[in-house]
């Protein structure tokens, strides 16, 4: 195995790669020699200086991608013209037109992609999935997650070229609604940023507000936000049903109903990054199935383009 990355998501992957018998991780190449050094001392592999030379030196597997979002795809594609399987964080690229030829490359070099999107595993998602036959048919569903940060941190993930558009940089907020109701006729998003006053590349904050209508008539909406002019954290999941409502509020469930209130059981997301990597090594290795497709994440980047889309023309997008 080969990684790309040596941050939160890349330590999680090699500590899951260590831990399992037929798995060995051979090299990693990260942002700085530094960290790159740091990190091959504590989880094991050789440091090497760019992800072209693990790519090319090295007789991998499969690689792991665990880097910024854009350059998701120009390394995805390397690897799998070398022939190596990959693994890849969500999003599988920042163009839509990319991550369409990416699936259509791996699919001709019989090579495993694979777009991580643990959330779907997650404690919240499947105690929603388990809840949702309780409450009738489904009308409408909100989902907020706002994480304020002051002062908003100099990093890649508040950089629009390296993070993308919010959306499709956090993908999983729409990646939760396609898995749960199905395919979007129509996407309507409002986007707003805050500059620092100096000229740096990084935004203070940003604001995301996206209506979805789907195909079944439920409307939907995702709201996403993160800096320095948000003052109170939130995540909520709400969804209204024709027979009651399920609310998710932070790692708190409740089904309401004619009866009454009823708590759900929200298991804890540890050890997601594990499992996932344990599930693409045993679909390697014994050919089980996966959790996700790579064309059920595309579907999604397409909603989420949609949503670029709309933002940038004040228009109301048809999602074909």
């Known amino acids: ?161 390296l993070f993308g558009f919010p959306l499709i940089g956090a993908l999983s907020r729409l990646h939760r609604l396609t898995d749960l109701f199905g395919k979007v006729s129509t996407v309507n998003c409002q986007t707003q940023f805050w500059q620092p006053e100096s000229s740096s590349p990084f935004y203070a904050a940003c604001l995301c507000t996206a209506q979805l209508r789907f195909q079944s008539g439920l409307l939907a909406e995702v709201t996403y936000g993160k800096g320095e002019t948000l003052w109170r954290s939130k995540r909520r999941f709400e969804v209204q049903g024709e027979q009651g409502a399920v609310i998710l509020d932070g790692d708190q469930g409740m089904l309401v109903q004619a009866n009454g209130d009823h708590s759900i059981e929200v298991k804890g997301r540890r050890g997601l990054f594990a499992k996932d990597t344990a599930l693409v090594l045993d679909h390697l290795l014994n050919g089980d199935p996966l959790y996700v497709t790579p064309e059920e994440s595309l579907y999604t980047l397409k909603v989420a383009d949609a949503a670029r889309r709309s933002a940038d023309t004040g228009q109301t997008i048809e999602v074909a």
């Open 1 to 161: 195995m080969g990684l790309v990355g040596t941050g939160y998501a890349a330590k999680l992957r090699a500590e899951a790669l260590r831990s399992h018998p037929q798995a060995k991780l051979i090299a990693v190449a990260g942002h700085t020699p530094e960290s790159t050094q740091e990190f091959s001392q504590i989880y094991g592999g050789q440091a090497v200086h760019s992800w072209g030379e693990l790519i090319r030196d090295f007789s991998l597997d499969l690689l792991i991608i665990c880097t910024i979002n854009r350059d998701h795809g120009v390394i995805a594609r390397m690897a799998l013209e070398a022939g190596i399987h990959v693994v890849v964080e969500y999003p599988l690229a920042l163009a839509l037109s990319e991550a369409e030829a990416l699936i259509a490359l791996a699919k001709s070099r019989n090579k495993l992609l694979h777009v991580e999107h643990i959330e779907l595993m997650g404690g919240i998602h499947q105690a929603l999935k388990a809840t949702l036959p309780k409450i009738g048919k489904v009308f409408y569903a909100r989902y907020v997650t706002v994480k304020p940060e002051r002062p908003a941190p100099q990093r890649w993930t508040y950089d629009p070229d």
